[in-house]
């Protein structure tokens, strides 16, 4: 009986770690984070974020499309970046993108 309870408990344990680890407030703080990455590394002044885009765990990043202007004085222009976030090491990389017939 007590070998029941043990094993029970554990399980229980187990899960209610899970559970929090993939709680709202988790995936807030982590989104949080991408998108202070992401902007921080765009060089846009004010950009427009997309919500993050979330790949499965096997590719393990997270995208974040950004808009605004970038460049200093007249020669500011607009332009439309991607930032993939590694949620592995916690790294960005930003491109510039464009679409088809623009």
């Not at 680890?21 to 990455?37: I, M, Q, R």
């Not at 499965?56 to 970046?81: E, F, H, P, Q, Y």
Request: with cysteine.
């Amino acid at each position: 009986m007590l070998k029941k309870i043990t094993i029970t408990a554990a399980i229980a344990l187990t899960a209610c770690q899970y559970a929090s680890a993939s709680s709202n407030a988790a995936w807030n703080a982590l989104f949080a984070k991408v998108n202070g990455t992401c902007i921080g590394q765009s060089g846009i002044d004010t950009p427009e974020a997309s919500a993050p885009v979330v790949f499965d765990d096997a590719t393990g990043k997270i995208a974040v499309l950004l808009r605004g202007r970038l460049g200093k004085g007249a020669a500011k222009k607009n332009v439309s970046l991607i930032c993939l976030y590694d949620k592995k090491t916690g790294r960005a990389s930003i491109a510039e993108y464009h679409w088809l017939g623009t």
